[in-house]
Each structure stands twice: as C-alpha cells, then as structure tokens.
C-alpha cells in the first residue's frame, strides 16, 4: 500500500477528548478509559467539530481558497495579502497544506466516534442515533470539503490503530462521491429535525446533499474536468430538486428570513430561522482563536479608532460599531467592479460597505477608488468597499461571535430552483430570494438554460463572501480568464488545489486518479 497521513492521523489517534467546544485535551485515551457514558459521547463528538472553527479550515483558510481567487476580491497593491490574491497556490502553500490537515483531524475524530458509540450499552437509544447521525454528517461535510479543493484524495472511514492502518491510497473522485452520498443518506435516516448553533441535525444532512446532487448535476452538465463519470445530469438535478425540497417543504423549524440584514446579526446566529449550520466561536470563549473568531478583523479597514456603520442596510440613520475594537487586519479586500456588478435597488449591495460614521452619525468618509493614494489618513485606508457580512459590535476586544454560515436557507433555495429548472416552484424560490433582496420577479417564460444562469447570478450574489465562489466557478467549468479577470489567473490549479507535497511525495496519485477518464455511475 501507499504511504500517507501516517504523521496526521496516528496524531487523531493519540490525543485526548475535550469535554467542551473549547479545552484543549493532553494525554492519551483508550476505549477502557473512555466512551463509558453519554456524556463521554458528547464530549468526543463535540471534539470532532472543533477543527471546522479553526483558523486553518473554516474559520479563515475556507475564504482564501474559495472566494479570494475569484472576482470577489481584488488586489490593490498593498501589503499583507494573502498569495491567493494572485493564484499563488503550490504543494507548499500554507492554505493548501493547512486545510487539507484540518479536515482529516476533524475526520480522526469522527471516526472514533462512530466505532466506539455504536458499540456503548450505557446510552439511549435516542442519544446513540443522535450521536452517531451527526458524525456520519461530519465524515461527509469532511470529505465534500476535501474532494471539492483536491479532487483525489484518500477516504478515510476508520481509526487510525496501527501503523499499517495509517497507509492508504488516493480514492478516485467518484468513490468519494458515493462515500459522501451513502454517508449523509445515513444521517438523514438517524437525526431528527434539531437546531444548535455548530451542530448538524436532519435538514443540514439533507441540505448538504442537495449541494453534492447539484454539484454533481452541473459538473456534468457543463463538462467540468473531473466529472465525465457522472452518467447523467437530469437525474442528478432530480435529486438535487429532492432533498432541497425535503428542506423547503418537509419542516417548519428553518425558513427565509425576510430581514436581510438579521441574517448577519451576530445576536441572532442561534436563533436565525435562516442558519441551517455554521461555526460556532463566540467571543467570551477561552483558548485560541478558533474559540472566538476573528472574522471582522479580517475585513475591516484599519482607521486607527472604531469604524461606525450604518445600523441598516438602507444607509443613514441610527449607526453601530462594526466591532468594539480599533484595529482591523484589511486583508480581505472586496473588488470595487464586482460590487457594482449589483443593482443599486439590491439590498445586497450594501453589505458592502462604502460610507463610514462618526460615533454621532455624522459622515467621517466615503469610499472612492482614488482614495488608494489619497493624503487623508482615514480615507488612504478606505481603498476598497468592505463586507459587513461578518459583524460584532458587542466584541470582547478582538474577540468577536461572528460566524461563518456554512449552509443557509436561502441556499437551498436557490438550489432547488438552478435544479428543478423554470417550473412554477422553481421560480418561487428564486423569486423569494430576490424579493428579500428588494428586487423583482424573474421574467416568466425563460428556457431551462437562461433560468438556470439568472438563478446562478443570484447565488453568486447571495452568497458571495461566504466560501462559495471557486466551487461555484469549477461545478459550472467557469474556472478560467473569462471569468476570473482581475487577477493573474493561473490555470494549474484551477479546477483541483494540490494536496500537500509531504503527501505527494509518499503517495503521488496518478493523474487519472485527479481526472479519471473512465465511466462509472454512483451506486445510489
């Protein structure tokens, strides 16, 4: 066999259970020691979603490789920008290694779970079901994140036991794919309908594989590299357009917020209606960032004093702190151009921040392009418009609550509607989410194919700065100069990142395992 992961995952297997979100374990543990009640359960399982708020994954690293190399964001020429602004990505790229090892952490830890609670005779039926639904959950987001950046890359459905347990070869993308789908159609079986902030329950498992149907659908559909095995898109959208409806119609606990601008109050991520699953740091949380997020940072621009923002969207009024704290990173950089690629009747556009207060609500600047070489101190930072998606102003100094919002319902939505195609319920939804936005009704009568773009124009609006928009780039076979024009698009990497060289160098998948050539339908 193979050599991989021997380091990283004997690592799962060696380490400790926290009994919270955020402890940090030490030592060693064995099924005598541990897994003896509920409790116990609950903690391992708690342990295996903590990677998915690290810094290395979802907590930053997700935005870097998904949305920082698309149009979303631009370079401006100053310093401390991540390489991804440039398509600066190899085999030795801290993105490309971290997030890779992140999300096999989170699966040691998974998997642990999985074969020691199906084995526990001290826990409820109930809570075994539970329990073993939302790590069967974990094993498939774990694995979606992995194939959709890599392409080809190991499954991992055991714990790491011995040495030889730890060498194992690079799947081809379509058994992924069916690991995946037989992994969420297990979850969905075992969860009930159960909203936690951090935590999975039926509707995220069922939300989930709507995207993995569509992804799969539009990847065939539009030739993307990697997907020729898939044997046809109409079924695939089919079954998109199932479980998305299973989300929209099948339960009342989730719903499309009609306040676009409650959606990101950082006071109402645990009771959104709208936030099906998302991380889970908040601000008073001890430890390492991970606990607590520093997300606001990352696109506030830095004035020296705390930015005040406009408490509604529609501009003026009442302002608010955009975080209880004076220093801002500045390293998500949001482009000017796909900003005014919004209507200005989008309620959406102006989660792009262009007017700055003072604390009296008197106008302190005004972003302008040529404020990049502007003399005035505040405005010299004011060079790029910034997302107000990821707010707190009640921070813990630099600690903030502010969430990244893996799966929400308007996503779902939008899914269904890019996947039943131009039928009286796909532009209802559609219809929904522009409605909310504060604009009109699709035109009726549009043909599959022109429906289908003007819901894609909607997710790439409604979702943008959100960890969506290489995925939504490579499913569509859009990965290239057409669509990625304000940077120095490179295309070696533009439809699979590189798995870490440490990894390459013990396993060197072959180029056919990357993008095989060969058919080979999804066992459903």
């Known amino acids: 066999m193979k050599k991989t992961f021997r380091y990283l995952l004997l690592l799962g297997a060696l380490t400790g259970f926290a009994s919270c979100l955020d402890e940090v374990p030490y030592g060693t543990y064995s099924n005598e020691t541990f897994y003896n009640t509920e409790a116990d359960a609950e903690s391992a399982l708690m342990y295996a979603y903590v990677p998915i708020n690290y810094i290395d994954y979802c907590g930053r690293f997700l935005f870097f490789l998904s949305d920082v190399p ?41 998997n642990s779970v999985l074969e020691n609670v199906s084995r526990m005779t001290s826990i409820s039926a109930m809570a075994r079901n539970r329990i073993l639904g939302e790590a069967h959950f974990l094993r498939a987001f774990n694995h979606f994140m992995l194939v959709i950046n890599y392409g080809s890359v190991p499954i991992r459905s055991k714990t790491v036991s011995t040495v030889s347990d730890s060498y194992k070869d690079f799947a081809p993308i379509e058994k992924i ?15 009930p309908v159960n909203k936690v902030q951090g935590r999975a329950d039926k509707v995220a498992a069922q939300a989930l594989l709507a995207r993995v149907y569509l992804y799969l659908a539009s990847s065939k559909a539009s030739g993307a590299p990697g997907y020729d095995w898939v044997a046809d898109a109409d079924d695939m959208y089919a079954l ?57 940072q990352m696109f506030a621009i830095q004035t020296g004093n705390i930015v005040y923002i406009s408490s509604s969207l529609a501009g003026g009024g009442e302002v608010m702190k955009f975080m209880n704290y004076e220093s801002g990173f500045q390293v998500m950089r949001v482009d000017n151009e796909f900003r005014d690629t919004y209507d200005d009747a989008d309620l959406r556009k102006q989660l792009m921040v262009t007017t700055i207060y003072n604390e009296d609500g008197s106008v302190l600047a005004t972003y302008d392009p040529s404020n990049l070489t502007s003399s005035d101190n505040v405005k010299n930072k004011f060079f790029y418009p910034f997302c107000r998606k990821y707010t707190d102003p009640k921070s813990n100094s630099n600690r903030t609550s502010a969430n990244l919002y893996l799966i929400r319902f308007a996503e779902v939505a939008l899914t269904y509607a890019e996947a039943a195609g131009p039928t009286e319920e796909g532009y209802k939804w559609v219809n929904e989410v522009r409605k909310r936005a504060g604009l009109g009704a699709l035109p009726e009568g549009l043909s599959v194919a022109d429906f289908r773009e ?71």
């Open 240 to 296: 998109a357009a199932q479980y998305a409806s299973d989300v929209l119609e099948g339960q009342t606990v989730y719903r499309l917020d009609p306040d676009l601008g409650n959606v990101y109050d950082v006071d109402h991520q645990a009771d959104g209606v709208e936030h099906i699953f998302m991380t889970s740091m908040n601000r008073e949380a001890s430890g390492m960032e991970g606990t607590y997020s520093q997300l606001p």
């Open 70 to 110: 698309t149009n979303q964001y631009k370079s401006y020429g100053k310093a401390d920008e991540s390489p991804l602004f440039q398509w600066d990505i190899t085999p030795t790229s801290d993105e490309a290694i971290y997030f890779f090892k992140s999300a096999y952490v989170s699966l040691a830890r998974t």
């Open 454 to 524: 003007a819901v894609i124009q909607e997710r790439i609006k409604e979702l943008a700065f959100e960890g969506h928009g290489i995925y939504e780039l490579r499913r569509l076979n859009r990965a290239d100069e057409r669509h990625i024009t304000n940077k120095a698009f490179k295309p070696t990497y533009a439809y699979f990142y590189p798995a870490p060289q440490r990894e390459m160098d013990l396993n060197p998948p072959a180029i056919t395992d990357l993008i095989p050539t060969h058919h080979e339908t999804i066992v459903q």
């Open 177 to 191: 794919y069916g690991f995946i789908i037989g992994e969420l159609e297990e979850a969905i079986g075992l969860l």
